[in-house]
């Protein structure tokens, strides 16, 4: 079978975006230490989650995480606050904004209406959404990120190491943003073995956990031995999954580096510095170098990559690793562009040997 044929498994299921829940009251970090900040104030710093919020061991995690490094090296006073639901978006980037913040952060595409919404009403307040589109506006920035770069990588190792020659992909929503790592993945894999089969599914929701790990033991009951997965908190029971299946097994972790989520049978992680954009955009607002527009990282920029494997690279075959170094020059030299949509897919070719 070709990978055509998976690709039309794989456009069946479909699923909402990286989240959970939590409080609606801006949440008080630690007490930040003394630093730079604006002259002699203090950087004020807001972070408004998804509804995965800052628990979800993934992708707004990996936002707060950011946030807590600006409070360490800037001195900056950090909160954040956990959207409920959709409806929370206006009124919890409102809430920071009528607080005098200095920046405030929109964690997740799915705010970028919400962030129209409010941005134009605050014009000195500055305003960085993540994964999303920033308005035109001189006190906004987007960043997003080439997933399709490390997926790829992920996707050529995960072919390296499957004894079965058939893989998995759990997608939390199935949706341009969440393509991009099932595709790139799944190009990354035939680099390595065109034969290799994929078996792809989507939650449909960012936050259940408990469908995740079930789609994730289907898949393996079908012979998938690797399973990669861009679902934020979902993905955790995927990482459960391979976590009771044990030996012969693995899941591959998103964001934020999971492997110590089940030590051994987290083969890698798919990092995305979601961290050192939001701490970049913090600095640069703490020194008044704040740029509008939009910034897009890749491994070029070290925005992805994967993670360490500081429990699994033992297991893998030194001329694994050198392959894998290889394909990520490539991309860095830009030899090799990993696709980020189906059409794409459908017209990639392996590259040279």
Same mark, same amino acid.
């Given at each position: ?44 710093? &807001? ?123 759990? &997608? ?49 009951? &079908? ?79 070290? &925005? ?50």
């Amino acid at each position: 079978m070709n990978r055509r044929y998976f690709l039309a498994l794989g456009l069946t299921l479909s699923g909402a975006l990286l989240t959970s829940c939590d409080k609606n009251k801006p949440t008080d970090s630690p007490k930040p230490t003394p630093g730079t900040g604006k002259g002699t104030n203090k950087l004020k710093a &807001g972070l408004v989650t998804d509804t995965g919020g800052v628990g979800d061991k993934s992708f707004n995690a990996q936002a707060w995480t950011g946030l807590q490094a600006a409070q360490k090296e800037l001195g900056a006073e950090v909160k954040y606050v956990e959207s409920k639901q959709n409806a929370d978006y206006v009124a919890n980037l409102t809430k920071f904004a009528k607080a005098k913040y200095d920046v405030i952060f929109a964690v997740g595409f799915l705010m970028q209406d919400a962030l129209r919404e409010v941005a134009g009403n605050y014009p000195k307040i500055k305003f960085a959404i993540i994964d999303g589109d920033a308005p035109a506006l001189s006190n906004c920035v987007a960043y997003k990120f080439r997933e399709e770069e490390g997926s790829f990588l992920a996707g050529a190792l995960a072919a390296s190491m499957s004894k079965t020659g058939v893989l998995g992909f759990i &997608g939390g929503m199935e949706m341009p943003l969440i393509k991009k790592f099932e595709f790139g993945y799944q190009a990354g894999a035939y680099t390595i073995k065109p034969e290799i089969q994929t078996r792809v599914a989507y939650v449909g929701d960012f936050n259940d956990s408990q469908k995740g790990m079930e789609l994730a033991l289907s898949q393996m009951s &079908g012979q998938a031995d690797i399973i990669y997965h861009a679902a934020g908190k979902a993905g955790i029971g995927v990482i459960k999954a391979a976590q009771i299946k044990g030996e012969g097994f693995y899941a591959i972790g998103v964001d934020k580096d999971q492997d110590d989520e089940a030590p051994g049978r987290v083969l890698t992680s798919m990092v995305k510095r979601v961290d050192v954009a939001v701490l970049e955009v913090c600095k640069k607002v703490a020194t008044d170098r704040f740029e509008s527009g939009e910034v897009i990282l890749g491994l070029k920029e070290g &925005g992805v990559g994967l993670s360490e494997m500081k429990n699994t690279k033992g297991k893998v075959p030194a001329e694994v690793l050198k392959k894998i170094e290889e394909l990520k020059q490539q991309i860095i030299d830009e030899k090799l562009h990993p696709p980020y949509d189906a059409r794409g897919f459908l017209d990639f070719t392996k590259p040279a040997s």
